[in-house]
C-alpha cells in the first residue's frame, strides 16, 4: 500500500533547525477538560479508527498482538529469497519526518529509508534495489510474519512482547529515542510543564503503538483523567491536533520534532514536555525469528555504517579504507585482507557497498535527522567515545 504525497511532504524543504529541546500546553477544550473521559485504557490499538474518526477508549487490546490466523511463514532462508528476487522488500512508515516518508517527487527518504537502501547494498551491491512497503503501525508486524517484506525499517520500538509473543528479532538500535508529548504554548505549556498538566485534556497518537499504552499506563499512575484518541496514522494525529479536536498528541520525541518542524502554523508555537522523556524507545530495525544468517546480515549492515562512524570513514573514503589508510580493520569491513563478509553469505565487498552508496552512521543523521534539527552530540545516539550508547561490536 504506498501512500500518496501529503501536503507536509511539499514543505519538507523548508526546514527549520530545532534543537531537540521543548516547551508546554494545556487542556483548553473545556468541553474536553469538564468531560474527563476514562482515559487509562488504551484503545484497542490494533484496530485502526475510521480515518478521522478517533477510537475512543474501550476494551484494551495487547497493542501489537498478531492475528492467530496468521502463518509465520518466515523459517529461514530470507538472504537467499532477496538474493533470486534481485530486490529487497523493505518495510517502512512512508508518513514519519526524518525516518520514512514519500517526497513530492515519490522518493523514500528518512534514516529507516535509507538502511533500507544499505541493506540492499550489502546483499545486492545496489542501494536503489528495494521495494518499499509503506505499513501503519498496526499493520507492521504482520508484515513481517507473513513475509511481506524481508525487514522492517519504520521507528518500531524493541519490546520484550515483539521480540517474543509477537514473533519478531530486533537488530542494533539505529536511533535510541523517548516518548514525549507536544501542545500549543498559547494553551499554557512550556517545556518544564509536567506530565499531570495534561490532566484532563485530549490526547492523541497512532494505533497499534507502544505509545498509546504508555501514555495510558502513566495517566493511570499519576491519577490523571485524559480522553485518548488513536487514529490509524501521525497525519491523522497532526490534523486533528491542527484542528483544535486534539489538545496535546504524543509519541517518540524524534517524531514530534519533525512534526513541529514540518507542520507548526504560522503563529502558532507547539511545544514539546518533559524534558526528560516517559519512556525508552530504541527504534531499529525488524526482521522475522530463526533466521540467524539474516539477522547477521542486517545486524553486520548497521555496524558496518557504525564502525566507520567511529574510524571517520565517510562514503569517499571507501577506496582508502580499502586499501588499508584507515587500518586492518576498515580494511577487513571493506572486503581487503582478512574480510569476513563471506562468513555471512555476503560478497566480500558487501560493507564496501554500504558506506559508499548510503554513507556512514554521521553522514545518514546528517542528511534526515538533521534537517528537522535533531542533535546528535551529548544525546544517546552520539558514539561511547563521546559519552552516547552507539557501541558497534569489533570487525574480526
Ligand atoms: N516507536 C513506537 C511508535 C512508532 C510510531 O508509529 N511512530 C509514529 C510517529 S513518528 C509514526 O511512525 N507515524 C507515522 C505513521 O503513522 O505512519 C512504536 O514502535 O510503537
Known amino acids: 500500500m504506498i ?3 501529503t501536503r507536509w511532504q511539499r514543505t519538507a524543504g523548508a526546514l527549520a533547525a530545532l534543537a531537540l529541546v521543548v516547551g508546554a500546553c494545556g487542556g483548553d477544550d473545556d468541553t474536553a477538560a469538564d468531560e474527563p473521559a476514562a482515559a487509562d485504557e488504551p484503545a484497542a490499538a490494533d484496530e485502526p479508527a475510521a480515518a478521522d474518526e478517533p477510537a475512543a477508549a474501550d476494551e484494551p487490546a495487547a497493542a501489537d498482538e498478531p492475528a492467530d490466523e496468521v502463518e509465520a511463514t518466515q523459517g529461514g532462508g530470507i538472504l537467499d529469497a532477496v538474493k533470486a528476487r534481485g530486490v529487497l522488500n523493505c518495510g517502512v512508515s512512508g508518513a514519519a519526518v526524518a525516518f520514512s516518508y514519500t517526497d513530492a517527487d515519490g522518493s523514500m527518504n528518512g534514516i529507516d529509508a535509507d538502511y533500507c537502501r544499505a541493506v540492499a547494498a550489502a546483499v545486492l551491491g545496489d542501494a536503489t534495489a528495494v521495494e518499499f512497503t509503506s505499513l501503519t503501525a498496526a499493520e507492521r508486524f504482520t508484515a513481517v510474519q507473513t513475509g511481506a517484506v524481508d525487514v522492517l525499517m519504520r521507528n518500531s520500538t524493541w519490546t520484550q512482547s515483539r521480540d517474543t509473543e509477537v514473533g519478531m528479532d530486533f537488530g542494533p538500535t539505529t536511533y535510541y529515542d523517548g516518548q514525549q508529548l507536544m501542545g500549543r ?9 509536567p ?9 492523541c497518537t497512532n494505533a497499534g503503538t507502544t505509545t498509546e499504552t504508555n501514555i495510558s499506563e502513566l495517566a493511570a499512575e499519576l491519577g490523571l483523567a485524559i480522553t485518548l484518541n488513536t487514529f490509524e496514522d501521525y497525519d491523522q494525529v497532526t490534523d486533528a491536533f491542527i484542528a483544535g479536536t486534539c489538545d496535546v498528541i504524543t509519541t517518540d520525541g524524534s517524531g514530534l520534532v519533525g512534526r513541529k518542524a514540518v507542520q ?6 507547539w511545544v514539546i514536555f518533559p524534558a526528560t522523556p516517559i519512556s525508552k524507545e530504541p527504534l531499529g530495525p525488524v526482521y522475522a525469528q530463526n533466521d540467524s544468517q539474516w539477522a547477521d546480515v542486517v545486524n553486520w549492515t548497521v555496524y558496518a555504517t557504525l564502525i566507520a562512524d567511529e574510524n571517520g570513514v565517510t562514503s569517499a573514503d571507501a577506496d582508502a579504507a580499502l586499501a588499508g589508510d584507515f587500518g586492518a580493520e576498515m580494511q577487513r569491513l571493506m572486503g581487503g585482507e582478512g574480510e569476513k563478509q563471506t562468513f555471512m553469505g555476503l560478497d ?5 557497498n554500504v558506506v559508499s552508496q548510503v554513507g556512514n552512521y554521521q553522514e545518514i543523521w546528517d542528511a534526515n535527522l538533521a534537517p528537522v534539527g535533531l542533535v546528535r552530540e551529548g544525546s544517546a545516539n552520539a558514539l561511547w567515545t563521546d559519552g552516547g550508547l552507539m557501541y558497534p561490536p569489533p570487525a574480526r
Open 3 to 5: 501512500r500518496s504525497t
Open 348 to 352: 566480500a565487498d558487501a560493507f564496501y
Open 195 to 203: 506530565v499531570s498538566d495534561i490532566d484532563g485534556a485530549i490526547v
Open 264 to 269: 507548526e502554523p504560522e503563529g502558532e508555537t
Open 185 to 193: 504554548a498559547s494553551d499554557g505549556f512550556t517545556s518544564a510543564s
